[in-house]
């Protein structure tokens, strides 16, 4: 077991805190056509119980929703291995550079509104969004099942990677749980043994880096800050020999990608630290924050596009 006095380096990042980039007019146009009403509508569209064995049925007809909608935006759709991951690329691109990802299951006969509804729609948005900014961008958009079951569906996914599409991805974009929001104080928790000290208003996006993806998320921290600075993105980056002592940091598809060596952040909004409908029959759309979500979708959409810009240059 690791000492106290190594877990106890641990701190926040605040996106508030760094230093803004230069802004591009046509990114800030960009993100400015994404609609609230979009996410609500996708929301809406998937929240119905749709747990890989226990609903069956709705699982496999939420694969092919999913599908069909990426499709029709042009991307060129599979379906992955034995429990239907929705990849979408853009045609001719087989080695994307960014990947950016939900899980697409509930829990057993529960809606999955914000789990993983949220995240669902805020990838379709960024999906539509990146098809309009370029059709040729190398940035690939995946929907995991079985996420609730152990993180099954991501587990393999990465284990159908080569080792050349494994060394093609710059960081993986993993969507947990985006839209819910509460601005009063007293709201929001801190995971149990997490030596870190929240704010009390659960109104804040999380960032969740391991040691490769830091700089990544650090990046993310900028870009927030440069298109969005008013809204309050936090980052905890885990020290490295970190994390097999938090395992509530593990607890969604990002953790597939660190077992393998891949650069992945989660994002979220802490999902029962603050949702009160975790889990529950009343995980809802009507529950939703829908201008949280939207902010959280534009700064995945400027980070996509900006991170993708970057690695052109160089």
Known sequence: MMRPQKICCMELRNAAHTEPGQVAPEL????????PDWLRKWVEGISLPRHYSANAEANQAAARWLATQLAGWGYQVDLQ?????????????????LLVAAHYDSVPNMPGADDNGSAVAALLACAWTCRNWRRDLPVAFVAFNREEDGLLGSEDYVAALSPEERESIQCVHVL???????????????????????????????????AQSTSHMMDVLTIAHTYLPKFPVLGLPLPPGTEPLFPVLHRSDHASFW???????????????????????TDLPGTLNYTFLLQVTQVLVATVVTEVMRLERN
């Open 28 to 35: 800030v146009a960009l993100i400015s056509t994404i609609s």
């Open 81 to 97: 291995g034995q429990y239907l991951n929705v990849v979408a690329r853009p045609p001719g691109i087989t080695r994307p550079v």
């Open 176 to 210: 947990e749980m985006v839209g819910y929001a509460d601005h009063k104080y007293n709201t929001q928790k801190v995971p149990p043994g997490l030596p870190v000290q929240f704010p009390s208003q659960g109104n804040f996006l999380g960032l969740v880096a391991n």
């Open 259 to 281: 077992e393998a060596g891949v650069p992945a952040i989660m994002w979220t909004d802490t999902a029962e630290f603050r949702n009160p409908h975790y889990h529950m029959p």
